[in-house]
C-alpha cells in the first residue's frame, strides 16, 4: 500500500469551511497533523476518556456520599445541569484533549479574525489581540463526554472515529480583545458565551453577531 492511501484525509465540515478564506489548506494542515501523529493523539485521548468515565462511574455508587452524584454531576443530565464535573470537563476534554496543540508549528496555519489578522500584517498586535477557542471548551468538553457516554463508552469510536472527524472543535482563533468576550447581557461588542448551540457555532453565527464574518488562515511552515 502505498503512502497516499495510508494517510486518512480530513476534511472540514461544510457549515465551517465556508466561513474561511482557504479552507483547502487547513484540510491539507489537519491531514498532514493526524497522519504523523494519529497513534499519539489517540493514545492520550484515550486516557482523557477513560479518565472522566472513571471518575463519571465512581459517583454513581460513592461509599462516602449517596447525594454526590446529584449535587456535583448534574444528577447525569450534564447538557442541562450545571455542576461541578460538568464544569470540569472543559480541562481533560477541551483544553487538553489533544496532547499536541492545533498550532502553527503542528498544522501550518493559525485563524485570525480580519481586524486582529490586519494588526499582524501592521506589525501592530501588542496587547490588543487575544486566542479565543472557537466552539467553547466546557461546551467541547461536555459534547465529548455525552458522545462517549450515549455510545456505551465505545472508546475505539470516539478515537479511531470520532476524533479526526471533529477535530475543528479544537480551534482558536486569534481575535481583537474587544471583539472577545461580552462584559455583560447588554454589551454589543463581545461575542456571547453560553447562548448558541455546537451547530450554531459551526455556522460561526455568534462570531457574526459582532461582525466577523470570515475567518483569515495565516499560512505557516509544517513541522
Known sequence: MNKEKKMMKIKLSEQFASNLNEDHWVNNGLSNYWSKNKNELKGYF????????????????????????????????????????????????????????????NVGFELFSEKAYQLKLDGSMGKKVTKDHIFGVTEVGVHIFMEFMNGGWNWKYMCDEWLPNNIELFFTCRILKTEHQKEDKDDS????????????????LHYKEVGINKLKVCRGKIK
Do not use: C, W
Not at 486516557?47 to 454526590?68: F, Q, S
Not at 461588542?189 to 450554531?200: F, K
Open 46 to 105: 484515550y486516557n482523557k476518556l477513560m479518565g472522566v468515565k472513571g471518575e463519571y462511574e465512581a459517583a454513581l455508587n460513592n461509599p462516602y456520599d449517596k447525594n454526590v452524584f446529584e449535587k456535583h454531576y448534574s444528577n447525569g443530565d450534564l447538557e442541562n445541569k450545571k455542576g461541578k464535573f460538568r464544569s470540569f470537563l472543559r480541562l481533560p476534554l477541551g483544553y487538553n484533549a489533544l496532547v499536541l496543540p492545533l498550532n502553527k508549528t
Open 189 to 204: 461588542n463581545g461575542i456571547a458565551r453560553g447562548m448558541h448551540t455546537l451547530e450554531e457555532k459551526l455556522q460561526l
